[in-house]
C-alpha cells in the first residue's frame, strides 16, 4: 500500500510565491501607512503654525490695548492733576 498523501498539498516555489506576495503586501500596507502618519504630522504642523500666528496677532492687540490703557490713564491722571492745580 502507498502511504496516505495529505489532502493539501503545497510545492515550495507555491510557498515561496506566496512569501512574495505577502512582503509585497506588507510593504505596500506600511508604506501607506507612513504616507498617513507623515500626512497628520504634516496637519499638524499647520494647525501649530496657524494657531502661532493667531497667537501673535492676539499678543499684538493686547499689547496695543494696554498701550492705549495706559495713555489713557495718564490723561486722566493729568486731567486730575489740572483739576487740583486750577482749584488751589
Known amino acids: 500500500m502507498e502511504p496516505r498523501r495529505p489532502r493539501w498539498r503545497f510545492r515550495i516555489s507555491t510557498l515561496m510565491l506566496l512569501v512574495v506576495i505577502s512582503a509585497l503586501l506588507f ?3 506600511q508604506r501607506e501607512r507612513e ?3 507623515t500626512e497628520a504630522a504634516l496637519q ?3 494647525r501649530r503654525a ?3 500666528a493667531l497667537l501673535a496677532e ?3 492687540k493686547l499689547s496695543q490695548a494696554a498701550a ?19 482749584g488751589k
Open 27 to 29: 510593504e505596500r500596507w
Open 35 to 37: 504616507m498617513r502618519r
Open 44 to 46: 499638524a504642523a499647520l
Open 50 to 52: 496657524e494657531l502661532n
Open 58 to 60: 492676539a499678543e499684538a
Open 68 to 86: 492705549e490703557a495706559a495713555q489713557h490713564a495718564r490723561a486722566m491722571a493729568e486731567a486730575v492733576n489740572d483739576r487740583k492745580a486750577g
